[in-house]
């Protein structure tokens, strides 16, 4: 059945960027060819520094710029709609990766090391240059980061009961080890709290809790927290309270949130599309100090502030290589056109597949971002940051997960009853910049069409 919503916006077949013509070979500085694929300020007649809006839109809807990115970076037929779990390499960053490897280097030892260091500062460096100077290690991911802050938490707090303050929609990889742990007592947060400084700041008061882990944006909602808010108000009620930021869903979409936070974890295989099982975690001073003791092993680059944070020993070092093409990538890109590109793919999406699924009689609703409140009608852009959660209270979607995944689709499905109550039943779509309008639409019409129990 044909949807009643509107056609894709036209694309182009092509753009007009051709590394053969521009004489700057792609392996030589692949993100000239990159920003020319996104947007030429030469050609436009102004500078982003004039109207840095201007070249925003510019780079969001020239459909043909954005597909020249996801032929060179992106081409492969498969359509991962689950970027939240683990976004597609970049095919630069897999690039980057081979290359280290190059003169024999894994037999090479202290080359390895030489290599590896000097691709850890070029890392670090992009960090700085993307989000401030707050000192930043290069970890194996979010999961392994809060691994190693709940193990430093315990040992900096214990013997005492430890309280954790955390929301009831919070990633297995951030609170699990809390919860494993006998020495932590996890309680939840009501969800109305999570949009409201003071009724955190309320709780705060009430249960005297150590820790404050919170998502930036939450895995299985997708709700976009008011953090700054919120770590003011918990700082504010408790000076000596120890704050976590679990931003693996965010950054790559919106900035980390730093402010008042001793902890903010995220992953470099998601938005970001580096290499898997890479990730970031910046530290506060007072983290660095009293976190750090207890952690064996010589680090790579130990003059850093946030040295004792990483990886030591015989590791692949690549990542580093990986992690740091993945950051110059995201920076030639420009966050604010990468975040209005999946914006608007995502608010298309989301009306597209509303019109398919009420024209087959699908009960839905969609998960309002800001809020994290259910509604009827589907997010618009401005409301949305990368991602779709619907969720189906009639239906198992399970079923139509496995079939889509079978046919080269690939999303995320959650079903789970949350400690707040809530009581899950959705799939996620993760919308990233590099996926374009003419390989979505049939990939729509599949999507209800398993839903339906469709073959």
């Not at 742990?181 to 009430?206: C, K, S, T």
């Not at 938005?271 to 064996?296: C, K, Q, T």
């Not at 290589?321 to 608007?344: D, E, K």
């Not at 899950?424 to 990939?443: D, G, I, K, T």
């Amino acid at each position: 059945m044909m949807s009643a919503a509107a056609p894709p916006p036209s694309e182009p077949p092509r753009a007009t960027h051709d590394p053969a013509h521009c004489g700057l070979p792609s392996q030589d500085d692949p993100a000239h060819c990159v920003r020319a694929a996104t947007h030429d300020h030469a050609h436009c007649g102004r500078s982003p520094q004039d109207d840095p809006a201007h070249c925003v839109r510019a780079a969001t809807h020239d459909h043909a710029h954005w597909e020249l990115l996801r032929l060179r970076e992106f081409p492969g037929e498969r359509l991962n709609l689950n970027a939240g779990t683990l976004g597609t390499p970049a095919r630069s960053v897999l690039a980057a990766q081979q290359a280290f490897w190059g003169d024999e280097l894994r037999a090479w030892p202290l080359g390895q090391y030489r290599r590896g260091r000097a691709a850890l500062a070029r890392a670090r460096a992009l960090v700085a240059e993307l989000w401030g100077p707050t000192p930043v290690a290069l970890t194996g991911g979010a999961s392994e980061a809060m691994t190693r802050l709940t193990l430093a938490l315990h040992a900096r707090l214990a013997p005492a009961k430890i309280r954790v303050l955390t929301s009831g929609h919070e990633h297995p990889g951030g609170v699990q080890g809390f919860l494993r742990h006998p020495a932590f007592e996890v309680i939840y947060l009501a969800d109305e709290a999570l949009a409201d400084p003071a009724a955190l700041a309320e709780q705060v008061l009430r249960f005297s809790p150590q820790v404050l882990l919170l998502s930036q944006i939450t895995y299985c909602t997708g709700q976009l927290l008011p953090i700054a808010a919120l770590l003011l108000a918990a700082r504010a009620a408790s000076p000596a309270l120890w704050t976590i930021v679990d931003a693996a869903q965010a950054v790559g979409l919106v900035a980390p949130a730093l402010a008042d936070a001793d902890a903010v974890v995220t992953s470099g295989h998601k938005w970001l599309f580096g290499p898997p099982g890479s990730g970031l975690v910046w530290l506060s001073e007072r983290a660095r100090l009293e976190l750090a003791p207890g952690w064996a092993g010589e680090p790579l680059d130990p003059d850093a502030p946030a040295a004792a944070f990483e990886r030591a020993g015989g590791q692949d070092l690549s990542l580093h290589a990986g992690m740091a093409a993945a950051l110059a990538l995201h920076a030639a890109l420009g966050p604010a056109a990468i975040l209005a590109r999946s914006q608007t793919l995502a608010a298309w999406f989301a009306a597209e597949l509303h019109a398919r699924l009420r024209a087959r009689d699908i009960a839905h609703t969609f998960f309002d971002p800001p809020t994290g409140r259910l509604q009827t009608t589907p997010p618009t852009a401005d409301r949305l940051i990368g991602a779709v959660h619907v969720q189906f209270p009639d239906l198992d979607p399970y079923p139509a997960y496995a079939a889509l995944d079978a046919r080269g689709i690939h999303l995320k499905c959650i079903k789970s009853q949350r400690p707040t109550g809530a009581r899950l039943s959705l799939l996620r779509f993760a919308l990233p910049c590099h996926e374009s309008f003419n390989r979505l639409a049939p990939a729509l019409d599949a999507i209800a069409a398993a839903l339906a129990g469709a073959p």
